[in-house]
């Protein structure tokens, strides 16, 4: 029987880097992982090769509608949709192969198989139980059906799918329905709609992506209109029927009750996310679960039985990769007697459509109900150089400040690499910044960062180039 410090279930962003840093802080490490490859739903069906799919599928719409009006003529690209997946299957080997070779450069044991965890102190992979000081449980999360709907889901089958299913679909479908228009529905609705689909988005609510920014939602639903998506708004499935090669949705509009159908070729279900611990155990050992059957920690990442952690998506709050990537690195140091500690304000959501979406802190819906007095900052990507020149000027950046102190409470971007301009506004906020001291930041002209800089001097005296 080995015996380790700390055993990881899970290998998934969160599950990796908790095993990874536990294994840097000297303690002898081990992660459990069923699947055959490492890095979980994120590297393997969910973060990465999606991303892959909008990067080429971005790509074939810059062929066909940009490459023109920059004096790039000939004949537009056909798609290779084997080839297409062969490249996203490349993505995730090299990203997955990655991971195993962390482990072994960090003497992380990667244990195979399905854990449970029969007693405490104890984890079981197969017919082999381990001894464990410490076990994070990391296990991710899976697929949340449709509430109240009857609805049966077949990825091999390729016509009623979830997110794994739409990355690895036979053929480009003529006609797909989405349902849910938050982030998984949104960014694969759009890769595609850019490869020749006809894409109907139904959502129960009466606005997109929920929890971010009001005027970023109409912005960006207005934006993906102009694309080509059609929106169902306000609508409550209620049936899916599937054949071979069709399927039916039946919804009901919520404002006058009335029942429609519509068929499509596919039909994806991405109507968010649950936890998964099926088979760990956690009834027998007593684990405190939340309402919502997630793992009740405290503030350090322990479960109601002692020895036993849980981060990512099967505790509260948002399920993202780098937010279990964060609670991965800050358990393994209060395992090791450290200083564990994530900022739970300061958490960016991205969404990787064209043009990206990415918001951090407060929404104004939030700081209103809260009763914060605060001030906007608003400035248009149509007044940045950089954008303009690249077919990019649709959105706009939106910085919330406290109104007495300037300190910056909340950033709501819509326009290109938002992905990646929102970390200026995460690291002033993990510094108490203020508005003002973006604004006094010299930018490098052009980027499309200075729209953020002229956010920021929109709260003050107001931008320059608007």
Not at 1 to 12: C, F, K, L, P, T
Not at 85 to 112: C, H, M, P, R
Not at 334 to 342: R, W
Not at 357 to 378: D, I, N, P, R
Request: hydrophobic share 40%.
């Amino acid at each position: 029987m080995s015996q380790y410090d700390v055993i990881v279930i899970g290998a998934g962003p969160g599950g990796y880097v908790a095993a990874i840093r536990c294994a840097q802080l000297g303690l002898k490490t081990a992660c459990v992982e069923g699947r055959e490859t490492l890095g979980g739903t994120c590297l393997n069906v969910g973060c990465i090769p999606s991303k892959a799919l909008l990067h080429a599928s971005h790509q074939l719409h810059e062929a066909e509608h940009n490459f023109a009006k920059m004096g790039l003529k000939g004949k537009s690209p056909s798609v290779d949709w084997k080839q297409m997946l062969a490249y996203k299957d490349d993505v995730i080997g090299q990203n997955t192969k990655g991971i195993e070779f962390l482990f072994k450069k960090n003497k992380i044991d990667w244990l195979k198989g399905w854990a449970s965890i029969p007693e405490k102190g104890k984890v079981k992979v197969g017919d082999e139980t381990y001894d464990a000081k410490n076990i994070i449980i990391a296990s991710g999360s899976e697929v949340a059906s449709v509430p109240g709907a009857d609805v049966t889901v077949d990825n091999e089958g390729g016509v009623v799918v979830d997110s794994t299913g739409a990355l690895a679909l036979p053929k480009v479908p003529k006609k797909m329905v989405v349902i849910g228009a938050g982030v998984i529905g949104l960014e694969m609705g759009s890769v595609y709609k850019r490869l020749g689909a006809e894409v109907q988005v139904i959502e129960f609510l009466d606005h997109i992506t929920p929890g971010m920014d009001a005027e970023v939602q109409k912005q960006f639903q207005k934006i993906l209109s102009k694309q080509g998506l059609e929106f169902t708004m306000g609508a409550a499935v209620s049936k899916v029927e599937g054949t071979k090669s069709k399927a039916k949705v039946t919804y009901k509009l919520r404002k006058d009750d009335s029942e429609h159908s519509v068929d499509a070729d596919v039909v994806l279900v991405a109507t968010g996310r649950k936890p998964f611990t099926e088979g760990l155990g956690l009834d027998a050992l007593g684990i405190e679960m939340t309402k919502r059957g997630q793992i009740a920690v405290n503030d350090h990442w322990k479960t109601s039985v002692d020895g036993i952690y849980a981060i990512g998506d099967v505790i509260e709050g948002p399920m993202l990769a780098h937010k279990a990537e964060d609670e991965g690195m800050a358990c393994a140091e209060v395992i090791a007697g450290k200083h564990g500690h994530v900022n739970y304000g300061v958490i960016p959501s991205v969404i990787y459509t064209a043009p990206e979406v990415a918001m951090v802190g407060a929404t104004e819906a939030q700081l209103k109900e809260a009763g914060k007095a605060y001030k906007v900052g608003k400035f248009s990507f149509m007044g940045n150089g950089r954008a303009k020149a690249v077919f990019q000027g649709e959105g706009f950046v939106k910085m919330l400040v406290d109104k007495e102190t300037d300190r910056i409470l909340g950033c709501h971007i819509i326009g290109p690499a938002a992905g990646d301009l929102i970390h200026e506004i995460c690291v002033g906020m993990e510094f108490g910044a203020s508005a003002e001291d973006i604004a006094l930041t010299c930018h490098a002209h052009p980027t499309f960062s200075e729209a953020v800089r002229e956010a920021a001097l929109a709260c003050g005296d107001g931008p320059i180039h608007a």
